[in-house]
């Protein structure tokens, strides 16, 4: 995950969600999620939630950059 926030978000960090938009009409998918779980994890812990809750936190906030984007 370091490696592809690296690549297409200039971190050198392990982000626990990112969102890639598909721009193509024709194109049945609306987008991608990548998730790196144990990034969720150590998220979860660190917020004092578990990893349910901080999974979906994420996936919302990775369709809603989906959808804004």
């Keep these: 995950m370091r490696?592809?926030?690296?690549?297409?978000k200039n971190e050198k960090v392990a982000l626990p969600?990112?969102?890639f938009?598909?721009?193509d009409p024709i194109h049945p998918l609306f987008g991608e999620l990548i998730i790196c779980y144990p990034q969720?994890?150590?998220?979860a812990a660190?917020?004092?939630k578990t990893v349910y809750q901080t999974l979906k936190q994420l996936l919302d906030h990775g369709i809603k950059?989906?959808?804004n984007n």
């Excluded at 490696?3 to 297409?8: L, M």
């Excluded at 969720?40 to 998220?43: A, G, P, T």
């Design 46 to 48: 660190e917020r004092n």
């Design 21 to 23: 938009k598909y721009n």
């Design 17 to 19: 969600i990112l969102s």
């Design 65 to 67: 950059n989906l959808i």
């Design 40 to 43: 969720v994890i150590l998220l």
């Design 3 to 8: 490696s592809i926030t690296a690549q297409y």
